[in-house]
């Protein structure tokens, strides 16, 4: 007999007492929906909330910063962590993980998995550190919490690849749900770094989804040579303050190798300093 859902939130920070609730959820063949999150939980990570609920028999939300993911030189210190009000927004959720480093990564932990290629480029390229953090905790998670359904955002597209990559290569017994971007009415693509900015710097944020906007409108009207969408796509971030432009890629979605014309399906992604925020944007040219 299936058992009824529960309305409360379980908060578990054990890895153990999570095993044991995915293990008994699996027993009475409930399907198990994971939605990986480093909290500060904003609606682009309630719709993946939303889509593991509508799909799934039981949710699991995990917040964790995950400290192997960052650079020395980045802000793991200064991420925003606000437990209380995520808690507050999991309605309907069952599970919320959310494990201590120590939990996470004894003193006398040594296991990392690489997903190798598609990661030397774009983030990987400025963020070394990243993709190594990523797939290790996410491995970690899928181990853990055992999730039929895992939910994960195309804002971080580099980053689901990994992960798709990581599924197949490891031979994962999950399946990977993407969801679309969840953008603010005026474009900024949404994100728990948004909150470092101030209200200028959010102004000049701006001109990322604007530029991937102009950038697409340019291509729909016939321009090809990626290097002049490039250089529009520069023009349209260049020259206000406290802007730095990491990368602008013109590139294949799926090796991330650079493209010179835009021709099949193409990513444009881009990375950019604002202020104290690095923040990343894309979006995707179908074939044209
Ligand atoms: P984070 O907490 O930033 O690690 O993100 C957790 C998950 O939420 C990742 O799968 C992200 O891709 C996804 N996510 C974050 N922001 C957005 C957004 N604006 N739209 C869609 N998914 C998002």
Redesign the pocket.
Known sequence: MMETKTQTLQAVSSISEMKEISQSFRKQNLTIGL???????????L??VKRSLETCDRTVVS?FV?PTQFGPDEDLDTYPRQLQSDIEKLEGVDILFHPSNEEMYPTDYKTYVQVQDITEHLCGKSRPDLFKGVSTVVLKLFNIVRPHNA??????WQ??AVIEALVEDLNLDVVLNR?????EPDGL?????NQYLSQQERQTALSLSRSLKEARDNIRQGTTSAKVISDLIRQGLSGKEGVEIDYISICDPKTFRGKEQVCGRTLIALAVKVGPSRLIDNCIIEEI
Not at 35 to 45: A, D, I, K, R, S
Not at 179 to 183: K, L, M, N, Q
Request: proline share 6%.
């Open positions: 939605v990986p999150t480093m909290g500060c939980l904003h609606e682009g990570h719709n993946l917040i995950n939910y994960f955002g195309e804002k971080d980053q689901l969801v679309p971007i969840v953008r693509a949404m994100s728990s770094r």
